[in-house]
């Protein structure tokens, strides 16, 4: 069975640029997950979506990050601009879903290294 | 967020030592504990999770130990091997809601 995927793995860019990451996660899987890890820190949830549905988005810095889930599938995290502090990884993971939630194992991709200069 | 908070933060132990990582928790609502292990470079992936109807669960070299009182739950890694050697995080969920929160991490080095 593939893993969650995600692209590009690295990205590097100069401040105030746009950049977007991409996930596709595992198939069958309804809710989906966008973390930021800082450097020696956990992960840290941005939004979460049940199929379409964004359902926990507080922790998304609304004012220059976006994301999507077309068809409840694939997903897309947008950040415009980006400033130097949003230098960080990026991880999509994904659960089924189908228990109820909290104990659903989540999958986790490899991550988006993202560097602002 | 509710905190959860992980030590220590690096640890390094002798290959077929025993290595402990301790999380201590806040909210009593929080009823889902699991473990991730990190390699470099990899995205984290479950490694162990226990609820607390239970004081203990193992699988294999990895046990976790759940003190409910304390509000504290640690990972044990028996006979640790350099193939253990990676960022271990907890966290903890509650009923009903998808989330989790992510403890800081400690990095483990098992030396040969």
């Known amino acids: 069975e593939a893993g969650v995927v995600q692209s590009p793995r690295y990205k590097i860019i100069e401040k105030k640029q746009p950049v977007a990451f991409w996930c596709n996660p595992i198939?069958?899987?309804?809710?989906l997950y966008w973390y930021r890890q800082n450097l020696g820190q956990g992960p840290e949830l941005l939004i979460r979506?049940?199929?379409?549905?964004?359902?926990?988005d507080s922790q998304l810095p609304k004012d220059r990050f976006s994301a999507e889930r077309l068809k409840g599938v694939d997903s897309t995290l947008k950040i415009q601009p980006a400033e130097l502090g949003d230098s960080a990884v990026y991880l999509c993971?994904?659960?089924?879903?189908?228990?109820?939630?909290?104990?659903?194992?989540?999958?986790f991709g490899p991550g988006t290294r993202l560097t602002v200069l | 967020q509710q905190q959860v908070k992980q030590s220590p933060q690096s640890l390094i132990v002798q290959k077929g030592g025993i290595s402990i990582i301790n999380c201590a928790y806040e909210?009593?609502?929080?009823?889902?504990f699991p473990w991730y292990q990190q390699f470099p470079g990899k995205g984290p992936a479950l490694l162990i999770a226990?609820?607390?109807?239970?004081s203990e669960k193992k699988e294999g070299r990895f046990t976790i130990s759940f003190n409910k009182s304390a509000k504290q739950f640690s990972l044990h890694i028996m006979d640790s091997q350099p193939g253990d050697s990676a960022t271990y995080f907890c966290?903890?969920?509650?009923?009903?809601?998808?989330?989790?929160?992510f403890g800081k991490g400690t990095m483990l080095l098992v030396s040969p």
């Open positions: 979506y049940e199929n379409e549905e964004a359902v926990d």
């Open positions: 993971a994904s659960s089924p879903g189908t228990s109820g939630g909290y104990t659903d194992t989540q999958y």
């Open positions: 226990i609820r607390p109807d239970v």
């Open positions: 966290a903890n969920g509650r009923s009903g809601y998808s989330t989790l929160t």
């Open positions: 198939s069958g899987h309804n809710t």
């Open positions: 909210n009593t609502a929080f009823d889902y």
